[in-house]
Every structure is written in structure tokens, then in C-alpha cells.
């Protein structure tokens, strides 16, 4: 069952500076009779960390490849942290394509530190700085120093010239960033590019004037884009 919009809360709210974080979210069901409330949640590179209030389990949401419906059953709450694109590993310890299109228990990479984390959350007036906090105690250092240049290289030229133009081979470019993205260069630069579309059509852009200015080959190519990633037209998403 789809909850209505005005059931779901959805908020963001800044990252602190040098976390590695694009945000921090929350989203709360406030229960009544609208029943569960259903998100498609849409490929965008990043990876979550989400504790889920009514169970206190903290889980993983890797990098998705295509849709992921998100259920939220009536008095949920959820708590979470988004992490820029590629910066996600070295807090979870794992390359990012290890937690690909999955949504594994924080614990199982972290272990019975996860378990006293979303205990603690639970009893705090501010779950969201413990989750910062333990980000910033977990990190193991800097994420791959290719990741700045790979993104905005593919935001504007093919996977051959952007190996080229930072001195490593395809291969090794292909590496890199399924450990640091989670899937391959070719993949990113779709979602890259999807997720620029999406912005562009949510601030009025019109869709002809998007495909071109996102880099689509015309207006179908678009669409098919679109249902490619996110499983539903374009507008259906606005």
C-alpha cells in the first residue's frame, strides 16, 4: 500500500565538516489510519547508515544499481546519515560494492559495536550525533584520493579519456571505483548523470531541455533512463 505523502516526514539536515557526510536525514511514519508507507528509494552513489527506532538495528543501504522500495510500518522512525559519493569504505571497512543493492545489519561489519550503538541511540535526545560521533571514531582514514577527480571527470567525459587524463589504465580505473563506488565507472556516470536529470526536471527544467542538458541522446533516451534506474517514468518521480 502507498501511505499518503503527508504521512511520511522526510527532513535533511546539514553534515558536519570533514565527516565525509552529504547529510544527515530522518524520516518519521506518525501512524494512523493511512496504514505502511512505501519510498522508492532510487540509485543517487551514495551509501546510508539507518537506524530503524522501533527495532534499534542500524543497517547498510549500499549503492543501488535500480529501485529499492523502503517500507515504514505506522509510528516508525528512522534516523540516518548519507555519505558522499565514495566515502563510505573507509567507515564501514568493507569496499562499497561488497554492500551493493543490499541492505545488510550494521553489525555484521562492525559487530557488537553496532548493537551497543543503536541500544544508545535509542535513549538519546540526540541520536543523530552518536551516529556522527561513531562515524568519525570508525573512520580508517581518507577515502581513495582518485574519488574527487573520477566524479567530476565522468560528469563530463567518457571512461577512456577520464583513465587517461588521471594516469591509470581502464582496468585499474574499473577497480578503483567499484571499491570506492560500489560498481563500475560506466554504471556511475549513468547515475550520475540520472541523478543531475532528476534535479533539473524537480526545478521546472522542461524534459526536452533536461535530456539535452543532462547529456541523453534525445527525450526517449531519457525516459528509458529513467526506467531503467528508478523503475517509473519521470514523472511518476516528481
Known amino acids: 500500500m502507498q501511505g499518503d505523502v503527508e504521512e511520511a516526514r522526510y527532513r535533511e539536515f546539514p553534515a558536519p565538516e570533514g565527516t565525509g557526510l552529504a547529510c544527515l536525514w530522518s524520516h518519521r511514519h506518525p501512524g494512523g489510519a493511512a496504514g505502511p508507507f512505501v519510498q522508492r528509494v532510487v540509485p543517487d552513489g551514495c551509501v546510508d547508515l539507518i537506524w530503524w527506532g522501533r527495532s534499534a538495528e542500524i543497517t547498510v543501504a549500499g549503492p543501488d544499481t535500480g529501485p529499492a522500495p523502503a517500507r515504514l510500518e505506522p509510528g516508525e522512525r528512522l534516523v540516518a546519515v548519507r555519505f558522499r559519493p565514495g566515502a563510505a ?7 562499497a560494492d561488497a ?27 540526540d541520536p543523530h550525533a552518536l551516529l556522527v560521533e561513531a562515524v568519525r571514531a570508525r573512520s580508517a582514514g581518507p577515502p581513495d584520493p582518485l574519488v574527487p577527480a573520477l566524479l567530476a571527470g565522468l560528469e563530463a567525459g567518457p ?4 583513465a587517461g587524463a588521471l594516469g591509470v589504465s581502464e582496468r585499474q580505473l574499473r577497480r578503483r571505483a567499484h571499491a570506492a563506488f560500489g ?14 536529470a532528476l534535479g533539473m526536471a524537480r526545478s521546472g527544467v522542461p524534459l526536452a531541455e533536461v535530456a539535452y542538458a543532462a547529456g541523453y541522446a534525445d527525450q526517449a533516451h531519457l525516459a528509458n533512463e529513467v526506467r531503467a534506474l528508478a523503475g517509473a517514468p519521470i514523472r511518476t518521480l516528481l
Do not use: C, H, I, N
Open 89 to 95: 569504505p573507509p567507515v564501514l571497512g568493507v569496499p
Open 99 to 125: 554492500v551493493r543493492d543490499a541492505r545488510p545489519a550494521l553489525r555484521e561489519l562492525w559487530g557488537d559495536a553496532a548493537s551497543r550503538l543503536g541500544e544508545a541511540m535509542a535513549a538519546a535526545a
Open 159 to 162: 571512461v577512456r579519456a577520464v
Open 183 to 196: 560498481y563500475g565507472p560506466k554504471t556511475l556516470q549513468r547515475v550520475l548523470r540520472f541523478q543531475r
